[in-house]
């Protein structure tokens, strides 16, 4: 009695579970039509399982620019597209159904930039396996939230601290690494692999253990999206207070947290800063501000636009800033950006200033445009070259 | 010369965030042909513009267990969908469009459960309001990987720590917090709302600060998905050693960990665990098995099932364990169910246990079934009785 109780009650949990197959509470995501991504060495195969449809386009940083690829309509109803040998990266990209821009409903992982998600997969290979999480030991990331009298607001910041740190009374180097317009504190831990990257370089011995704080470079925001008292609010990719002086002269709260809550080494030699775009920009202010802060400093594919200084005189005087800054003596000065970048002119330009000011700095230019493959690369040079 | 040069590089940036709107790197998320979903009062409004197709469904944790509600297509190609009036709650949903489930393109806000993905929204309301992230001090979030000695691995697991945590030398009572199967460590963290319930409840004085500790409950797996060496694989409801006693045995290296590297107070009294689904049957075991070591005890919905033991006698010998449980004096027993969860006959037979062995326990009834909105009740429920 008891048993045959039991037996049906596990069949019952087995057909349940049959059911809902993928989610805990059974809203009846049933087993999925197709299997995609599919990797095969250096392609992927996308596939879609839409009978009726009459187009399906996918979009993906492999394309060109601004690019589609169609898909082709097979007779079970499933749509395929096979690309061309692609390097090896992580990949974001989204369907298009009849008009439906979307995820692919295949793949469960995605990844949000700014106010969209992606779907995403790698691509095998040495650049992605310094991407993805390996077998080595694992700094931790934590979120505290910090008073920024600057901006009256309590502020959310993100934070890595390298493998061992829990386990020692050491102090460590820090880098402050700012992320761009649209972004947040967690950008560069989703999209810019920011803790398997320094995990990976770590283990391997090519950077050295280091603190990496990734604050929330909107001055007008207290968090990411999710995380603020707006909660599912709609996300702005240009807020007020974006790039005007505001955040680069709040950046010493950030700073004075840090070297309060964690064993930061507090001089210049075991500091650097960088950012990409909108953060390259907040990383060439805040160090031409602050001369003898930062030994390294890194602007990858930096937006050097013209903006207006709503906070003193932290966007003026930029020549004379950036003598002091070379005069406070830093190690490196580290400009990437990539061919078909959008910004490409004003980098150009800025290299002619550094130039005339006879400033030294380590040039990378790279494929592309303005986008998180280039990043990474960039963070991957980057980080083996601070501390040393 | 300079001026239009940089009038029409801004003309240009314009033009570009215009293309992008909501992406860092112009994969080209265009401007959403809809808003959805639209929330008027206790309402919710679902739209998707798909004007070739013939059938567009929804499925949401509002609806009936399993059933879907139809959209009706407009005349500019939307389809649409209204409400009744629902409860204040966070909401979990899908659209099928022509049999192509997906999550709502026009909704940024998704939410991984298991394998699937979920958009999301909040009828606003008391209940909601307890999961939103509200203006009140925040705790910590973080991620620390642990040595198990009892699984041969280092394991992920996620911490809460109380608002204030880093600016003190208190020490704090600590609750383990279990998922069900096919979760893990961010579940009670995303679907839970586990930080934001502490967070609202301790600010309103109704919990006392604690320590959360939120352990990956899947002894097969190191972390989440996307945050093993396994990286993007496929993503497994049910995995081995799911629940046969390898877990429950292996607990104390958590436990270890915890108090080796938080403030935490080490006695009964400043000990809770607590889990949904097979996190309530894994507290069951882990208090059964340890008494003296947890006050108070949580068993949101457990999956009180027949299940064989291969870590020796952690099932074994049950009623003579609940009585030394008993007589070890702990304050709360707590159990929480839905009318309609399948699981509903197993803690019946549970409770007559109890009852048969005279010990008292707390229970609570809730309508619905085995899902998310019951199991963040039971938190908000439980949160307030502990270390009272």
């Keep these: 009695m008891k048993t045959s109780r039991f037996s049906a009650l596990l069949l019952c949990v087995c057909i349940c579970l049959q059911f809902t197959a993928k989610a805990q509470q059974n809203l009846g995501n049933q087993t999925l039509p197709v299997v995609s991504p599919v990797i095969k060495g250096h392609q992927v195969t996308i596939r879609i399982k839409a009978p009726g449809a009459k187009e399906v386009l996918v979009k ?4 060109a620019q601004g690019k589609s690829a169609a898909l082709t309509k097979g007779a079970d109803g499933v749509w395929q597209y096979t690309s061309d040998n692609i390097p090896s990266d992580l990949y974001m990209y989204q369907l298009t159904v009849d008009g439906v821009t979307m995820v692919d409903p295949a793949n469960v992982y995605v990844l949000r930039d700014v106010g969209a998600q992606f779907s995403v997969f790698y691509i095998d290979g040495d650049r992605a396996e310094g991407y993805k999480v390996q077998n080595v030991p694992h700094g931790t990331v934590e979120y505290p939230w910090y ?74 925001k207290k968090a990411a999206p999710g995380f603020t008292p707006d909660n599912l609010e709609p996300i702005d990719f240009a807020l007020p207070h974006t790039m005007d002086g505001v955040f680069e002269a709040s950046f010493s709260d950030i700073q004075k947290y840090v070297q309060a809550h964690y064993r930061t080494i507090n001089d210049q030699a075991h500091r650097a800063i960088a950012g990409l775009s909108m953060g390259g920009f907040h990383s060439l202010y805040i160090s031409a501000n602050n001369p003898g802060t930062f030994d390294y400093i890194g602007l990858f594919s930096p937006a050097i636009l013209p903006r207006t200084d709503t906070a003193g005189d932290i966007y003026g005087h930029l020549n004379q800033k950036l003598l002091t800054l070379q005069k406070s003596g830093f190690k490196n ?29 380590t040039y990378f230019e790279s494929d592309r445009w303005h986008m998180w493959s280039n990043w990474r690369i960039y963070l991957t040079r980057f980080a083996p070259l601070l501390f040393q």
Tied chains: 1, 2.
Excluded: C
């Design 333 to 361: 000065y580290w400009i990437g950006i990539g061919k078909d970048d959008f910004l490409y002119k004003e980098v150009s330009d800025y290299r002619n200033r550094l130039d005339s000011l006879h400033i030294k700095y």
């Design 60 to 63: 993906g940083d492999w394309l």
């Design 147 to 220: 008073p920024s009298p600057g901006l009256n607001a309590e502020r959310r910041m993100a934070v890595y601290t390298p493998a061992g740190y829990a386990d020692s009374r050491q102090r460590y180097p820090v880098l402050y690494l700012l992320h761009g317009m649209g972004g947040d504190e967690t950008a560069w831990l989703t999209l810019g692999r920011a803790a398997e990257i320094l995990d990976n370089l770590i283990a391997a011995g090519k950077a050295k253990p280091m603190i990496v704080v990734m604050p929330n470079g909107n001055a007008a």
